[in-house]
C-alpha cells in the first residue's frame, strides 16, 4: 500500500498549452505552429544572429501589430515565450494588452 507522502511525490500533470495540443494533432512542433499563428496576426518574427539570453540563447526579435506610445512595440523573446504569446493571440487577448504588460526586456508574463 502506497503511503500518503509517496503519492504526494507523483509528478503532477503539466497543464498543456493550446498552441501544444494543436501542434501535437496536426504533427508539427509547438514552436512552428506558434511563428504560424503569430505571422498570421500580423507579428513580425526574426531570428536573432547573436546571443542575447543569458547561456548564449539567440531568441527572437518580435514586432507586434501594435503600438505603444506611437512607438511600434518591439520585444526580444525566447522560444518558449513565442509558444505563450501564441496562447494569448488564439485566446483573444488585445495585443495592446500583452505588449503593456511586457515591457521589461528580459521578462515575460502570460498572466495579462
Keep these: 500500500n502506497p503511503t500518503k507522502a509517496m503519492l504526494d511525490k507523483r509528478p503532477r500533470p503539466r497543464k498543456i498549452s493550446k498552441v501544444q495540443k494543436i501542434a501535437l494533432q496536426r504533427n ?31 531568441g527572437y526579435l518580435v514586432e507586434y501589430p501594435c503600438q505603444i506610445n506611437d512607438v511600434r512595440f518591439v520585444k526580444r523573446m525566447r522560444r518558449s515565450w513565442l ?19 511586457n515591457q521589461s526586456e528580459y521578462e515575460w508574463t502570460k498572466d495579462v
Design 28 to 58: 508539427i512542433s509547438a514552436h512552428e505552429l506558434a511563428k504560424n499563428i503569430l505571422t498570421e496576426a500580423g507579428y513580425k518574427i526574426v531570428r536573432q544572429e547573436t546571443p542575447v539570453f543569458e547561456g548564449g540563447w539567440r
Design 83 to 101: 509558444i505563450d504569446l501564441a496562447d494569448l493571440v488564439i485566446d483573444g487577448v488585445p495585443t495592446e494588452e500583452i505588449a503593456s504588460a
